[in-house]
């Protein structure tokens, strides 16, 4: 059996992945980054890069070529809410990029990809799925992998878990994450962009119905809200009937919602929120979806994994230069990092219990939470909104290599 040997491994060539492993890699660690697919090209990968993700960039100096690749920028989140409108204006934020910017997930990791391969002491390997730890007494010291040409061994410093919200790294780890619960699902679907539409992201919820559009360019990347597993139900009412709702929540016309011809063009994102209260064994580490599913709510997963990785390489750097990390070490990694992943998980399921409770399969007027009240009456809350989006509770910086 083929055996490799590095100071890092990491599992997942996720966002909160490919950002460690260039981060270690600029910063002198030798890395390998696993990835079971061939490309990076998968349903339900968030899109949004947020202020602090792009202000991580800024401070790698990797963002102007990073925003000459195609992408949407968006400066306020906007929506109704019943009969109150409500935004989240980033104009105000302090940082380089006050908008997010809309970038398929692929030409990211792609991108972060190309810009690790500088360094000679990083490796991408791909189809390579890793499927199960190696241990040395109380130790993770390394990963089993299955490999295009066979059965491989990685022996690791440390083994970091990027594997997202099914991980089978940390389950065999023997780590367990609180499920929070989730009483909805999306329906994820695209509709036509026409020329005179807005260009900002667009959100409805009323009469019994919720939805949110993204600016894709030339389309629209739809997200209708629907109660936790009623996807069979809304099968039974019949796809005309799914129609009527995205008409009356879109303003389309019947005309552009026909392009939506049939159930094979929906695809269903089951939601999770759920998070690990410990992120690590001796010689490993969770990080992303792996150590913390989140809901597309504010559209944030993305942008928590990249701060993850963030801090996980400016505390961790140096022991792997040195050739050990200690579990001191690893559990500061999750005591920086818990503060914002619990605080915003706060507010997705106080919003997702609000949603199935007060609108989803709720006829008639829909009143606003007191929240989006206060956002739209008062400035200051539309700042205190975007800040949250677009930063996090806890941004993080770069402050090695």
């Known amino acids: 059996m083929a055996a490799l040997v590095t100071a890092c491994c990491i599992a997942g060539g996720g966002p909160a992945g490919m950002m460690l492993g260039l981060l270690l890699a600029r910063a002198g660690v030798e890395v390998v980054v696993l990835e079971k697919h061939a490309d990076f090209l998968r ?52 940082t380089r990029c006050r908008f ?15 810009e690790a391969a500088r360094y000679p002491n990083f490796r991408l390997l791909r189809r390579h799925k890793a499927t199960g730890l190696l241990r040395d007494g109380g130790r993770i010291v390394g990963v089993k992998v299955k490999a295009p040409e066979g059965r491989l061994v990685i022996r690791s410093g440390l083994l970091v878990a990027a594997d997202g919200r099914h991980s089978e790294l940390r389950a065999a780890a023997g780590l367990v994450p609180t ?7 999306v329906l994820w679907f695209r ?16 009469a019994g119905k919720g939805m949110v559009l993204l600016d894709r360019g030339d389309y629209w990347q739809c997200g209708l809200i ?5 996807l069979e139900a809304l099968k039974r009412r019949g796809l005309a009937a799914l129609r009527a709702d995205i008409a009356f929540l879109t303003g389309f016309p019947a005309a552009r919602i026909e392009a939506l011809a049939d159930w094979n063009e929906i695809r269903l994102l089951s939601v999770q929120v759920n998070r690990l209260s410990t992120w690590h064994r001796p010689g490993f580490l969770c990080i992303g979806d792996a150590a913390h599913a989140m809901s597309p ?32 070490q690893l559990a500061a990694v999750a005591a920086r990092r818990l503060f914002p992943v619990r605080m915003t998980q706060r507010i997705q399921v106080g919003m ?29 809350f539309r700042r205190l909104a975007a800040r949250v989006v677009g930063m996090g509770f806890r941004p993080e910086h770069v402050r090695i290599g």
């Open 43 to 94: 349903d339900f990968r968030g899109d949004t890069i947020h202020p602090s993700t792009l202000e991580v960039m800024h401070e790698l100096g990797l963002l102007e070529r990073f925003l000459a690749l195609p992408h949407q920028k968006v400066e306020s989140l906007n929506g109704r809410f019943g009969d109150v409108a409500f935004g989240a204006d980033f104009s105000h934020l302090p």
């Open 100 to 114: 997010i910017a809309f970038m398929p997930q692929w030409d990211f990791l792609d991108f972060l990809a190309e």
């Open 179 to 185: 499920d929070f619960g989730a009483p909805i699902d």
């Open 191 to 206: 509709l036509p962009r026409l020329e005179g539409d807005p260009h900002q992201v667009l959100g409805r919820f009323d």
């Open 226 to 230: 629907i109660e936790k597993d009623g």
């Open 297 to 328: 709510i504010g559209g944030v997963g993305i942008n928590l994994a990249i701060q993850d990785a963030v801090a996980a390489a400016n505390l961790l750097a140096p022991a792997l230069r040195a050739g050990r990390v200690d579990e001191r």
């Open 352 to 380: 997702q219990n609000y949603l199935a409770r007060h609108v989803l399969g709720r006829p008639g007027p829909t009143r606003a939470p007191l929240p989006l009240r206060l956002f739209a009456r008062y400035a200051l």
